[in-house]
T-cell receptor
Framework: GDSVTQMEGPVTLSEEAFLTINCTYTATGYPSLFWYVQYPGEGLQLLLKATKADDKGSNKGFEATYRKETTSFHLEKGSVQVSDSAVYFCALSDLIQGAQKLVFGQGTRLTINP | DAGVTQSPTHLIKTRGQQVTLRCSPISGHKSVSWYQQVLGQGPQFIFQ???????GRGNFPDRFSARQFPNYSSELNVNALLLGDSALYLC?????????????FGPGTRLTVL
């Protein structure tokens, strides 16, 4: 079945550092790919998405490119801020037996120190 | 516009009891999905409903059931609660629930089973 694998956490960086969180996926079809962010005690917020190969999603300085050849959707940001501290989830969306199902990775906890 | 709303925010139950969680989708959205997020893990798909019909079900026992009302709001019911049902229950809404459609999440209901 479909699956998503994220890099192991937690990740701790200093403010203004470069961020990469790796995400790879396995899917039988052609899924859409998402990054969601979860702040403490809250639900999931959509960060960015890409719906087909070579699409680049971007939002709030974060970027990720849908790479079909490497089945990857790595999240990057050039200069992180303390406010970026949260848990980040990579997910794929596919139609499975008529249902739109989101399959999530295990999440990567990011802490940014001032 | 209001986002996805869920009630209650927190809930404490004892083993064997039954619980009902409620969700109101974004105005204009016709699809509602439910996910279970156990602490430290990514959300797991439970159900998707579209136009009051169940479209799909994840790998959850029959103790879990749901329904969607004519106004597209939804309820998730869990019977015979077990300790392992303690989790954050997330509701997500989308327009038509197709593969490229974005799912927007509510803040969740935190269920604790004692």
């Amino acid at each position: 079945g479909d699956s998503v694998t994220q890099m192991e956490g937690p990740v701790t960086l200093s403010e203004e550092a470069f961020l990469t969180i790796n995400c790879t996926y396995t899917a039988t079809g052609y899924p859409s790919l998402f990054w969601y962010v979860q702040y403490p005690g809250e639900g999931l917020q959509l960060l960015l998405k890409a719906t087909k190969a070579d699409d680049k999603g971007s939002n709030k300085g974060f970027e990720a490119t849908y790479r079909k050849e490497t089945t990857s959707f790595h999240l990057e940001k050039g200069s992180v801020q303390v406010s970026d501290s949260a848990v980040y989830f990579c997910a794929l969306s596919d139609l499975i037996q008529g249902a739109q199902k989101l399959v999530f990775g295990q999440g990567t906890r990011l802490t940014i120190n001032p | 516009d209001a986002g996805v709303t869920q009630s209650p925010t927190h809930l404490i139950k004892t083993r064997g009891q039954q619980v009902t969680l409620r969700c109101s989708p974004i105005s204009g959205h016709k699809s509602v999905s439910w996910y279970q997020q156990v602490l430290g893990q990514g959300p797991q798909f439970i159900f998707q409903y579209y136009e009051k019909e169940e479209r799909g079900r994840g790998n959850f026992p029959d103790r879990f059931s749901a329904r969607q009302f004519p106004n597209y709001s939804s309820e998730l019911n869990v019977n015979a609660l077990l300790l392992g049902d303690s989790a954050l229950y997330l509701c997500a809404s989308s327009g038509d629930g197709q593969g490229t459609d974005t799912q927007y999440f509510g803040p969740g209901t935190r269920l604790t089973v004692l």
